[in-house]
């Protein structure tokens, strides 16, 4: 049984700092892709961030790119998003999503597994 589930989520203001971590199980978590998508209230699902399985390679959305890290540790079948500089357009629901494709470029058809969310709030 394949379950990601997220943590770390909550209430933060504007320019601080939260990070997020998913633990995945049922899986060989090292040969996975790991992805963060967001979605805002009344917006579609969103890319945030990708990283590759063995963790050399990371890919950022534009919107997080010199403010959100991905990182992850095999060993503990654990993807994070460090979030900083957080702004309230970054109140969302994050969610990590597992493929087992080499990709660039990830988008929602590609994932095999996905996590029930994580409510990120970052008020003004």
């Known amino acids: 049984q394949v379950q990601l589930i997220e943590s770390g989520g909550g209430l933060v203001q504007a320019g601080g700092s939260l990070r997020l971590s998913c633990k995945a199980s049922g899986l060989t978590f090292s040969l996975y892709m790991m992805t963060w998508f967001r979605q805002a209230p009344g917006k579609e699902r969103e890319f945030v961030a990708t990283?590759?399985?063995?963790?050399?390679?990371?890919y950022y959305a534009d919107s997080a790119k010199d403010r959100f890290i991905i990182s992850r540790d095999n060993g503990k079948g654990t993807v994070y998003l460090q979030m900083n500089s957080l702004k309230p357009e970054d109140t969302a629901v994050y969610y990590c999503a597992a493929d087992r494709s080499i990709r660039t470029i990830v988008r929602e058809k590609d994932i095999d597994y996905w996590g029930k969310g994580a409510l990120v709030t970052v008020s003004s």
């Open positions: 990283i590759s399985a063995g963790g050399t390679n990371t």
